[in-house]
């Protein structure tokens, strides 16, 4: 609580301070409506400063919500279901749309968990597992996709876990389109396949 002014100290027991003792409280005076107002216009720019980052950020940033917080505490396939039945997507910036080539955004805000780690994808079973057994955390994880067009693309992602008194909260991704980089390595691993053939063929 931001104050003006200093505190006071109130004793507690009369007696007790006159033998000597240290027994008191601190007595904090009320914020005034003037000072209240103040640290809400200062939130208010410190969101305004969020919104812009994100939104100009050019790389992709989502944020996954549980209506109702996990318990760090079960076990890993108690709190993958959980996960599952609570998570949804409730934020994500522009960059999303660019890197997965969606028509908007608001094709997929609100879209389910399972959604962005399929049920039946062996390998987004792996990763959520991963990503609760390294303290929530996933750290250069690539993947492909592919456009609603067939096409494929390739990012590079992070995943972190809002962790507060024992229960996971949200879930933050941070994902970098790395489609051309990965076309150039492709290419390269390919050249080199045709170089070895060219060597065994010599003889």
Known sequence: MITSSEPELTPLDSDAASDGEADARVVMPLSTPGELER????????????????????????RIELREPVDTSLDIDQQ??????HGFLAEANSAIVRIFRLPSLELIIGVGFDVIFPRSDPVAQDDIRNFIRNGYTLRNKRSDNFDPQGVRTSSEWDVTGIVRDGFVREIWFRMRDITDQQRLEDELEQARRMDAIGVLAAG
Do not use: K, N, W
């Not at 640290?39 to 989502?62: C, N, P």
């Open 80 to 85: 993958v279901d959980q996960i599952y039945e």
């Open 39 to 62: 640290v809400q216009e200062e939130l208010d720019v410190l969101a305004e400063r969020y919104r812009l980052f994100v939104d100009h950020s050019t790389e992709g940033i989502a």
